[in-house]
Structure formats: structure tokens, C-alpha cells
């Protein structure tokens, strides 16, 4: 395996001119016949790649090449051989169908597709394959299908064939072809210089009417680009398609973005609250790719962050003003810390840029996508409203067209705002959640703050200097005012204090308002004081952190063999009691932290969580809160009924949250009787898979499960949910054979990756299951990962990840773990990508 270097960048020694490209296409036997104009830039040889190509003809300027030249991988031409401009043509010939990998040119139920990003174009034809060659391409794409696409904008189209001509260069990583049998629906949308654009949705026919929410979401992505960053479309058409087979969400190809169909498909009767929220976010995600991605890309790929983390950042924006600002943040921490916490606390820790991979594809992560979006956070906060505007108009005005680097990024916030950013920058560099550590004085009236931040080693990097830390906090006075707004403290040492003087009264602390940095926060704060936050905070994040943290505190005394949660159970009362005015804050307060999270704050805590007893005692406090609080739980069930058809808006959605927390809750109690009754009634798939997945951890779900499956036996996203929701929410001690049941039905299609993520990575994500003392997950998840490797190692690799927190359990369970892995690591031609995951994994 060969270990690829940040330090060995160098500039590639060609531009390309113009690529044309012309596509036969034929299930077992695509021909690809590329020309590709280079114009040599600095000294060198020329160097293309290629993978699993049949070459057929090689030429340059039409002077024959022997087409044996290829080796695997590479075909390279001494610089001796060429001349300072000249056209390279080839003719290849490769096999979608046996493409199961789905990577580079497939087929996905009888269409054309591709997916290129990262180094998928090798696989079609040789190319410099890397993201810092861009050029214009001409596309002509010959098929039967009676819908042939590519990217730009369409310049002849009849039966048979169709040419696209994309005028804005561009990697080969955004290039995309698709040709099937597909419709669309289609709107139109005026630009901010009144340019009009064609927008379609093309989907399998019968799929039409689940397509316009994408539409709608795409015209509010459009328009919202214009409105809060400038930024207009640049080509005549805009083209989105569903696909069925793919390895994750979507796909931004230039002027014609690739969905995997559960972010595009949507109706009521098919589709949850979080579907719609999830379909507007990729939608726009893709959508703002268009400038922060396409028009100015990576240099490489170890710079992939600073795209991804600058899409994840505005996909953020775009849903806080869409829908409710304070939801969205405290969902974006949810997934932060589940995801990338855990990641940075593991062996498979990175920096948002990292300085060296062996997959590529191994590194799309949450750190660097949401870590990279949460370090834009940071740098707007230090900077402002304006700094951010000016720095981001500033990387439009002197970047568009080029590809770039994170040091080009952070030199457009100096030069627009003056500030050295040196320091700054250890947070693109350095891996790891800093941990900060709050000691309070108060005294006469004064309170000084002491703050200590430390990060433990990371893979590779032992040391961890400090960074900058933007801590935004308020002071709460003791009947509940505020007596300190939002004030953003910088911190630079590894210890520093501030001081608050003139207070009347010891102020309680709201810290890390709207959790404006990546941060762990230790500090000792008594359970009233908690109380009092949550009941009186202006800072929402604040708010439900502070009320979060009194049910973790419980839960892990529990968890700990003492009583714990009684604090957290009293505030809900109050919580319960405005509810009303506030649907979705009162259903994340009311959703107990889970049971991952809380064997991490075990573990960062220093102890060993026993998954069992987790699982065991945060029933139990659910439980003990649902007879504390079943009047008003079941009061406010009954309100917040969604009357008239259903709109998938914030509004509706907050109601359902709560509606739905409140039956979680109650289930406890009813043993799933109010579910089972909603499971008949609802007419919307959020509550019918709410009440579906209470009647499963209930245990009584047989005929709920067999009627789901006769009504949708049909629609392959909505039975995706009905296999994840009986791994995920199946009790522990039943889950593991439930999924081994599940996985022997004749529907259980797991070459298709949506379908195995549902079943496997369900079962991964029940914490109790997955982690069960005989080893039975273990074992179960890394059986199915070395049947899915030869076949499609990206899905295999990612999912590697389920294990990267073995080390934090008993030495019962870590054998077991390690006992699974290895027969992983020892199977015979596991892919480059599984490899690299189970040796950082074991390492
Ligand atoms: N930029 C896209 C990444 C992506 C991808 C990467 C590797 C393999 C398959 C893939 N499909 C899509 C998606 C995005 O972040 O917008
Ligand atoms: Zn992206």
C-alpha cells in the first residue's frame, strides 16, 4: 500500500485546453473515445491514470501509441516524446455492469451512472485524475436510453445521441454522464441578472410525484445563494437525478447533480419530517457546491475540507433560515459530537486536513466535514458578520477558477480583516477535541474565570500546542436575569482567566453559547444551578445543553450503580409545563441522551461503560420520568395532533417531535397501546415509523411490522426504514437474531448500499446490540463486511468505522472485538480501502 504525502504535491506540468469525450455506451462493453488538448505548463512527463480499462488505441497528435505503454494504474510519456502542445486521444473499453463497486460508469436498475469524486474518472478513461486539472468539456453520449445527460449545457440532442458542452473548467472528479429511461419534472428559475434557468428533476417513471419537494427545495437553495452570498447560477440548465444505487447522499457534478433517491423521493405517505429537512439540506448542499466546490475546487485532495466544510457550513445556514435557527444548531452539536467527537477520540482521529491517507475515500469524515464546518463557525465569530462577508467576497473575487488550498483560504480572512491567523490555523492542522476546564473565583463582587484547555495525543500527533478557543458566554443572575449578554472570550494560552467585576450576586455561567467552539467542557456546576439555566437561559444551545447535561449526569450516576436523574426529572416539569410554545426545543430536552453518548462520557470520564447497564438504567429513567410526568405527557400528546393534510414545514415537523417524545415516553408505560393505535390512524410516515419503532422497542410489533410490509413491499426506501428500524430499535438481547432473520429474506439486497446500510448499520447503531458481551454483533457485522468488501470495498471501508470505538469497553468485549476484526484484516484480497480502516483501527 502506497502511503500519499501532502509535502509531495507538486504543480502538474500541463493545462488542458479542451477535453472531448464520446461514449458508446453498452452494458458489458462502453466504448470511451477521449481527446484531450494539453498545453505544457512547467517541465515534465506526461502522467495519466487509469483503472480497469481495456485499451484499445493510444495517439498523440493521431501518431499511434502502443496501447501496451499502460501499465497498471499509469500510463506515463517521457516529456522527450511530446511536443509543448498536442492533442492525446484514446480508445478504451470497459464493463458497467460488473461495476458493483459503483465507482466511475455503472449501471443502477438498467440506467447509466457515474460517480467520480474522488478518483472515479480513472475508471472511464486515462485522464489526469486529479482535481487541480480543469478544463472545458465536450460530451457526446450515444445510447438507446431516451434520456442521455451530461454536464453543462445541451447543444444537439436526438434519438440516439446527445452532445453537452460544459464551458467552465473543471476536474475530472465533477464530470457525470447518465443515460436510462427517466422523466423529469421540470420549473424554471430567473437568476439576479435575469438569466433563466432550466431546473429538472429526472426520476423513474411513477416516481414524478415524489419529486417536487427536491424542486421546491432547489428553488429556495437558488435563491438563497443570490441572497445571502452573491452567488448566481452559471449555465443554462440545471439537472438533478435520482439513483437507487449509491454509495452516499449526492453528488455535485457540475450542472448535473447525482441523488441517491432517498434525498430526492418524498410524499407524505413515504417520507419522515426528518427526510424533508435531510432533502432540503443535500438539495442546497449540492446546489452551493456550485461555488464552493466546482467554480473554486481543491488542489487536492487533502484539502478536501475546504470545500466540504465550507458546503457543510452554508447547507447549515441555509436550513437554520429556512426553518428554526435554534433547532437546527442544537441538532448540528447532536451530530457533531456523536460522530466526529467519537471519531477524534479513537484511533482513526484526523485533522480536517489531513497531511496523508492510503484511500482517499477513507477521509470523507465527520471531521472533515462537519469539524471543517464548525471551524468556518469559529472563524466567522472571531471576525464578524462583515469580516466574513468581506473574506468570503474576497475568495469569489481572487479564486473563482482555480484550485485551492486551506492556506488560500485563511489568507483571504487576513487580508480582508487584518487579523493574523497563524495561530488559528493548528485547528486545520492538529487532530483532536480540545478539552476545557472552567474554575470559577467569585469574590466581592467578582468572578474570575480560569480557563485550561488540553488535548489529548492523537495517531501521530503527540503534542498539541493551544489554539484559539472562542468561548462565547453570559452571566445569569441568581432569580433568573441575565446580567451579562453574549460576550466572545479569546483564548490563546493553554491557561488564561477573565474577570467580571461590579456583580451584585455569584452569577451562574451560560458558556459556550451557541457552542461556538469544538469543544469538551469540564466544569463543577450543582444541578440547580443546571436547573436554573434550563429554565431561564436567553441562549437556546445554552438552554438545552444545560438541561441535556442534568439528564447525563443522571444517567451516568445510574449507569454507576447510584440513584441519579431526579434533578433532570424535576425540570422537565417545568419544561413540560410552556411545551407549547416551544415543540421542537421541548422534544430535544425531553429526548434522553443516548446511549453511545453516554458510554463516550463514561469513557472520557476515565471508566469502563458496560453497555448493558447503560441500555438497562436509561430505561429505567425513562421509565421513572414518564410516571412522574404521564398527565402532562399525555396532555400534550393529544395537542399537538397535526390537523389537515400534512405539510412537511418546521412548524408541523416540531409538533410531531414533541408529539412523538411525548408517546416514546408514555410507551413505557402503555406497553405500545396509544402507539399501536397512532400506528393505524396516521397518515404520515413520522408518525407511522415513530409509532412503529415504540412498538418494536416494545416488543409488539408483529403485526404492525407484517402490515408495513404488505403496504410497501413495493417501495424500496420505505422498506430500507422497515429493515433499520427493526435492527435499531429491537431490544438488545433480541437484535442480533432479528437482524440474522432479516438478513436471510430474499428482499435483504445488500449490493444495494442504502439497503445494507439500513440493516447492518442499524444494528451497528444499537449501542446495547452491537456491543453485546458474547461478541454476537461483533461477529455478525464483520461477517456481512467481508461478504459486501469484494464487492463494493467504499460502502465496506466507511463502515469499518462501527469499531473504532473498541478500546473504550471491558476486556471481554475488546477480545471479542479484536477476534472479529482480525478475520477481517486476515481475509484474502481485502480491498485497499477495508485494509487501511482495520489496520488504524487495530493499530
Ligand atoms: N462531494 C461529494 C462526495 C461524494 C463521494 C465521495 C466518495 C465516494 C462517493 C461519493 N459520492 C459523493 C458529496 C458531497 O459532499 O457533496
Ligand atoms: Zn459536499
Redesign the pocket.
Known amino acids: 500500500t502506497v502511503t500519499q504525502y501532502l509535502a509531495d504535491w507538486r504543480p502538474y506540468p500541463f493545462q488542458i485546453a479542451e477535453t472531448r469525450l464520446e461514449f458508446d455506451l453498452a452494458p458489458r462493453a462502453t466504448r470511451v473515445r477521449s481527446q484531450i488538448d494539453f498545453r505544457r505548463k512547467h517541465a515534465g512527463d506526461l502522467v495519466l491514470d487509469g483503472a480497469g480499462l481495456k485499451t484499445l488505441a493510444l495517439a498523440i497528435d493521431g501518431r499511434p501509441l502502443d496501447p501496451q505503454r499502460a501499465e497498471a494504474g499509469r500510463l506515463v510519456i517521457p516529456a522527450a516524446e511530446l511536443p509543448d502542445a498536442f492533442t492525446f486521444s484514446a480508445e478504451v473499453e470497459i464493463d458497467p455492469e460488473a461495476n458493483t463497486a459503483?465507482?466511475g460508469l455503472y449501471l443502477s436498475g438498467g440506467m447509466f451512472c457515474t460517480?467520480c469524486?474522488?478518483e472515479?474518472f480513472r475508471h472511464i478513461t486515462w485522464y489526469p485524475d486529479r482535481p487541480d486539472v480543469m478544463a472545458p468539456f465536450r460530451v457526446t453520449v450515444r445510447s438507446d436510453k431516451p434520456v442521455l445527460l451530461s454536464n453543462g449545457n445541451p447543444v444537439s440532442s436526438a434519438p440516439g445521441q446527445a452532445v453537452w458542452h460544459d464551458p467552465w473548467p473543471k476536474p475530472a472528479y465533477l464530470f457525470a454522464l447518465v443515460a436510462g429511461d427517466l422523466v423529469a419534472i421540470s420549473d424554471s428559475f430567473t437568476t439576479m441578472a435575469g438569466r433563466a434557468v432550466a431546473l429538472n428533476v429526472w426520476v423513474r417513471p411513477g416516481d414524478q410525484d415524489r419529486a417536487g419537494y427536491a424542486m421546491e427545495s432547489l428553488i429556495r437553495s437558488m435563491k438563497w445563494d443570490e441572497e445571502a452570498y452573491g452567488r448566481e447560477y452559471d449555465l443554462d440548465v440545471f439537472n438533478i437525478v435520482a439513483v437507487d444505487d449509491?454509495?452516499?447522499?449526492?453528488?455535485?457534478n457540475k450542472g448535473l447533480n447525482i441523488f441517491n433517491s432517498k434525498l430526492v423521493l418524498a410524499s407524505a405517505e413515504t417520507a419522515t419530517d426528518g427526510d424533508y429537512e435531510r432533502i432540503e439540506g443535500?438539495i442546497g448542499?449540492?446546489y452551493f457546491?456550485n461555488w464552493t466546490?466546482n467554480r473554486i475546487t481543491c488542489r487536492d485532495w487533502f484539502q478536501l475540507c475546504l470545500?466540504?466544510g465550507l458546503?457543510v457550513f452554508r447547507d447549515q445556514q441555509f436550513t437554520s433560515d429556512m426553518r428554526s435557527a435554534a433547532v437546527k444548531r442544537i441538532h448540528d452539536v447532536q451530530t457533531l459530537r456523536a460522530r466526529q467527537f467519537r471519531e477524534d477520540a479513537g484511533p482513526l482521529a484526523h485533522p480536517p486536513r489531513p497531511d496523508n491517507y492510503q484511500e482517499i475515500?477513507n477521509f470523507?469524515t465527520a471531521t472533515v466535514?462537519e469539524k471543517g464546518a464548525e471551524v468556518i463557525g469559529m472563524l466567522k465569530r472571531l471576525v464578524g458578520d462583515d469580516g466574513y462577508r468581506r473574506a468570503l467576497d474576497l475568495y469569489f473575487d481572487r479564486h473563482d477558477g482555480q484550485a485551492c488550498t486551506i492556506e488560500d483560504w485563511i489568507k483571504v480572512f487576513e487580508d480582508a480583516t487584518g487579523r493574523d491567523l497563524t495561530q488559528f490555523k493548528r485547528w486545520y492542522t492538529d487532530a483532536g477535541t480540545p478539552r476545557l476546564t472552567l474554575a470559577e473565583n467569585w469574590r466581592d463582587g467578582r468572578l474570575t474565570l480560569t480557563f485550561r484547555q488540553e488535548t489529548a495525543p492523537t495517531p501521530g500527533q503527540p503534542e498539541k500546542p493551544p489554539r484559539v478557543i472562542p468561548i462565547a458566554l453570559g452571566l445569569i443572575g441568581p432569580n433568573g436575569d441575565e446580567v451579562l449578554p453574549t460576550t466572545v472570550l479569546e483564548m490563546t494560552e493553554a491557561e488564561q482567566s477573565f474577570r467580571f467585576d461590579g456583580l451584585g450576586a455569584r452569577p451562574v455561567v451560560s458558556l459556550l453559547r451557541g457552542f461556538s467552539a469544538p469543544v469538551t467542557v469540564a466544569r463543577e456546576i450543582a444541578a440547580d444551578e443546571q436547573a436554573l439555566l434550563l429554565a431561564h437561559d436567553t441562549d437556546a444551545y445554552a438552554r438545552w445543553q444545560a438541561g441535556h447535561d442534568l439528564a447525563l449526569d443522571g444517567l451516568i450516576a445510574r449507569a454507576t450503580g447510584a440513584e441519579g436523574g431526579a434533578a433532570f426529572s424535576r425540570a422537565i416539569g417545568g419544561l413540560l409545563d410552556d411545551a407549547e410554545t416551544g415543540p421542537a426545543f421541548a422534544a430535544l430536552c425531553l429526548a434522553l441522551p443516548g446511549e453511545e453518548e453516554i458510554a463516550t462520557t463514561i469513557a472520557a470520564r476515565g471508566g469502563i461503560p458496560d453497555p448493558d447497564a447503560i441500555h438497562a438504567r436509561r430505561e429505567a429513567l425513562a421509565r421513572d420520568i414518564a410516571r412522574a410526568h404521564e398527565p402532562a405527557l399525555a396532555r400534550l400528546y393529544e395537542v399537538m395532533q397535526t390537523p389537515g393534510p400534512y405539510r412537511p414545514d418546521a412548524e408541523g415537523a416540531a409538533r410531531r417531535s414533541l408529539r412523538l417524545a411525548c408517546l416514546g415516553l408514555l410507551s413505557r408505560l402503555d406497553d405500545g397501546t396509544r402507539a399501536e393505535a397512532l400506528f393505524g390512524a396516521a397518515s404520515n410516515m413520522t408518525e407511522r415509523q415513530g409509532a412503529l419503532e415504540c412498538l418494536i422497542a416494545a416488543g409488539r410489533d408483529e403485526a404492525a411490522l407484517a402490515g408495513f410490509a404488505r403496504e410497501f413491499s413495493g417501495n424500496r426506501l420505505v422498506m430500507d426504514k422497515w429493515f433499520m428500524v427493526q435492527a435499531l430499535r429491537a431490544a438488545p438481547e433480541r437484535a442480533v437474531a432479528r437482524a440474522r432473520e432479516l438478513a436471510g429474506r430474499p428482499d435483504f439486497d445488500w449490493m444495494n448500499p442504502n439497503r445494507f446500510r439500513a440493516l447492518i448499520g442499524g444494528l451497528t447503531a444499537n449501542h446495547a446490540a452491537f456491543h453485546a458481551a458474547d461478541g454476537s454483533g461483533y461477529a455478525f457485522t464483520v461477517d456481512w463486511l467481508m461478504r459486501l468488501d469484494p464487492v463494493n470495498p467504499?460502502t465496506t471501508a466507511r463502515m469499518c468505522s462501527a469499531f473504532e470505538t473498541w478500546t473504550r469497553y471491558d476486556a471481554g468485549r475488546q477480545a471479542r472485538a479484536r477476534a472479529a476484526l482480525g478475520r477481517l484484516a486476515a481475509m484474502k484480497g481485502l480491498s485497499r480501502n477495508s485494509a487501511e480502516m482495520v489496520t488504524r483501527i487495530l493499530a
Open positions: 459503483l465507482e460517480q469524486e474522488a472515479g449509491f454509495n452516499m447522499g449526492a453528488m455535485e443535500v448542499h449540492e457546491h466546490g470545500k466540504e458546503t475515500n470523507y466535514y467504499q
